[in-house]
């Protein structure tokens, strides 16, 4: 792109064009946008000089954390509750058998350090809330117990891997307890606190109750960042503790997707699609697919016999073992991590990443096209009475 051209106003308009065209190919295709946005950002990242700035990066790691936020107030306690014992279970298994498969694959075939091996780990235990949340909502699954139920198993199966992470690579300072101080209180007043805001404020044009979310999530977040934590992780904390909330108001919620999904998430996914070095990826091609197939069949082999012990059902138990495969958003954080404080390099976080990006792109597919539920073919009636009521 010529100099003249690099002006905040012309990068954002390549962008937002990119975003426009992996909408319209998801619509045509039938397609997860997120994943045609990942996608588009591969093309994109390695065919083209695309440009990237601070407000770029800004913007992608914002539409990361409300988006978690988002599917935070998606796992409803009262699934917790009725269904502790399917979403734990699920959850937990979808977190360890991937973590210590391909820590071992990293230390017995790819020969890298322990610590470095614990990273691969962490990044390839995930499960991406970020796809699983877009794909849901696109699909009207997130009012199904069906959903909710694989959306609160991600939450279980992510919160291991924060927590490990901590444990493993904890950096204890004094920020960590001011992070912890203001989070605590906050986390506990806000949903009574909130329900008296949101009411008293409630239909105003200036929007005051999703500029306190804002605020919110950023403040907090850039709490945890000082702490060398992430700023997803009070994010989705935050959620959880507006679930009940965001049932009862709807139109808020509404106006938050509109903002997140039309012009934060293409930033995000955008990017993740960006970050692949083609060039790297196919002269580590054999690694990379080691890795792969190590998360989709150890995720797989853990997820898929639970399916059936819980009867979901041979076509929701497959579309489940497949969605809870997939990985981006805190996989892609934990290879940064890594990357960030030397414990790997920049070739063996491009092969976690591609990983990473690639189990976010292959079960989705895979998921949408041949297992995903229908909807309109098992009826509405039986929908509705699977949807669980808003509290």
């Given at each position: ?312 059902g041979r076509r929701r138990g497959l579309y489940t ?42 079960p989705t597919l895979i998921a949408q096209q041949f ?21």
């Amino acid at each position: 792109m010529p100099s003249e051209l690099n002006s905040p106003q012309s990068i954002a308009a390549v962008w937002i064009g990119l975003a426009l065209i992996a909408s319209l190919v998801s619509i045509r295709a039938g397609i997860s946008v997120a994943l045609i946005e990942i996608l588009v950002g591969v093309a994109a990242g390695n065919a083209f000089d695309i440009h990237t700035n601070e407000w770029i990066t800004f913007l992608a790691g914002f539409g990361s954390v409300v988006l978690t936020f988002l599917a935070g107030a998606e796992v409803e306690p009262q699934v917790l509750r009725l269904k502790l014992k399917e979403t734990f279970a699920i959850g937990l298994m979808a977190f360890v058998a991937p973590f210590f498969g391909a820590l071992l694959f990293a230390l017995a075939v790819a020969g890298w350090e322990l610590k470095a091996a614990e990273i691969a780990g962490l990044a390839l235990s995930t499960t991406s809330v970020a796809v699983v949340y877009a794909v849901m909502v696109e699909t009207g699954l997130n009012e199904t117990r069906l959903g909710k139920i694989i959306l609160a198993a991600c939450f279980i199966n992510d919160l291991g891997t924060v927590i490990l992470l901590g444990v493993l690579f904890a950096n204890f300072n004094e920020w960590l307890i001011v992070f912890v101080a203001a989070a605590v209180p906050v986390l506990a007043v806000f949903p009574r606190f909130s329900r008296w805001f949101f009411a008293e404020l409630r239909g105003r044009a200036s929007e005051p109750e999703i500029r306190f979310l804002f605020l919110l999530l950023l403040g907090l977040g850039g709490l945890a960042v000082a702490a060398r934590s992430e700023a997803v992780l009070p994010a989705y904390l935050l959620g959880m503790a507006a679930a009940g909330l965001m049932g009862q108001e709807k139109v808020m919620v509404q106006r938050l997707r509109a903002i997140t999904f039309g012009l934060l998430t293409p930033f995000f996914f955008i990017r993740a699609g960006t970050l692949i070095d083609l060039s790297a990826a196919v002269s580590s091609a054999a690694l990379i697919g080691g890795f792969l197939l190590v998360k989709l069949a150890t995720k797989f082999a853990a997820v898929q016999p639970l399916t059936e012990i819980f009867g979901f059902g041979r076509r929701r138990g497959l579309y489940t073992s497949l969605l809870m495969s997939t990985g981006l958003t805190f996989g892609t954080i934990s290879a940064l991590f890594g990357l960030n404080h030397g414990i790997i390099d920049s070739e063996q976080y491009t092969i976690l990443v591609t990983g990473v990006v690639l189990s976010a792109i292959v079960p989705t597919l895979i998921a949408q096209q041949f297992f995903q539920p229908k909807l309109e073919s098992e009826g509405a009636a039986r929908l509705q009475e699977e949807a669980l009521p808003n509290v």
